[in-house]
């Protein structure tokens, strides 16, 4: 299990994700889009959410985890959140194809370009890994898994960490959609 | 570029990938199956194509590469081969995932060769670290090959981007 070095109160380190922007055009599984990087200097002054699991297709995480947060999608923005992110390990390509899968549209309005929810790319777990949040899963079994983010959802106000939640074990509790709803 | 290190008329080296097994049960992209290995023993005394790809989503490959492969499958069955199989370094959940959203169904394994340990021991990888700083490190090559019985009788190693050697159709022509 991952032993966080940061709490409610510290300010996340900054930190620079890839992904490849949502459009329209390309919301087809058979298209790709160019990764592209964002820093964490991007949620400044802002209420972002952050999910993070081990792995994009994995159980768990996959089939449980997301969908609640893209169904309550307007509770989380009449809550004041401006962002919703999740964050793995994986290249930023696998993280689009799997936004894609589950569903990430584009719910923003205006001049808001980011989607309902922003598949980034941690490559390395390198961010992830200066909160003590990483994980590693290279003996667990011959998988390949590797270096992993654990599985976690944390409130960031204006770069502040204002809720933290760390899964214990398997399944999904304080880093659910309910837990964080409740906690905004 | 890789530098292969095997040629027509080698044997693969032996080697275990992990793969989850296509069910129709679990082929909604929602749904998730349980990783398991399957050896390069697997096809002794079969005619296998396996093709690799530098990842799963990504551009060429994604869009281009792949589909032709599933559109002709039954071009390939008619030719004699016992098994399409396509290799990359993404873990077996992110190409079960890949597989089910590009329609891999039965028709197409979707390997993966984790730290592309067996795909180096052909030469064949490709290190993607300093490229950029995606993080894409060390992947598998973009190449098809044909193997009867373990033995090479087809490689097509892509020279730069694009598909030409390890598409559908030059493998089709040299079965």
New interface residues.
């Given amino acids: 299990m991952a032993n966080p070095t940061v709490r409610v109160g510290d300010v996340v380190p900054t930190g ?1 994700f ?1 992904y490849v922007p949502y459009t329209p055009e390309t919301d087809d ?4 889009g ?2 592209t ?1 964002i820093s964490t200097d991007a949620w400044k002054g802002k209420k972002v959410v952050l999910i993070s699991v081990p ?5 768990t995480c ?2 449980n985890h997301l ?1 609640p947060y893209i169904q309550k999608y307007d509770e989380f923005k009449a809550k004041g959140v401006d962002q919703i992110a999740v964050v793995t ?6 993280m ?3 936004g ?3 569903g990430f549209k584009d719910k923003s309005q205006l001049t808001e370009t980011f989607p309902q929810i922003l598949p980034l ?1 941690d ?2 777990a ?1 961010w992830t890994s200066q909160l003590g949040l990483s994980v590693d899963l290279s003996k667990a079994n ?5 270096l992993r983010t654990s599985r976690f959802a944390l409130i960031l106000d204006d770069l502040k960490i204002t809720y933290l939640g760390v899964e214990p074990a398997r399944g999904v509790t304080v880093s659910g959609a309910d837990a964080v709803l409740a906690a905004l």
């Fill in positions: 620079t890839w599984l058979a298209a790709c160019v990764p990087k792995g994009a297709f994995t159980p996959h089939a969908p390990a994986n290249d930023a390509f696998v689009s194809g799997w894609k899968a589950l790319s490559p390395t390198a011959e998988l390949g898994l590797g």
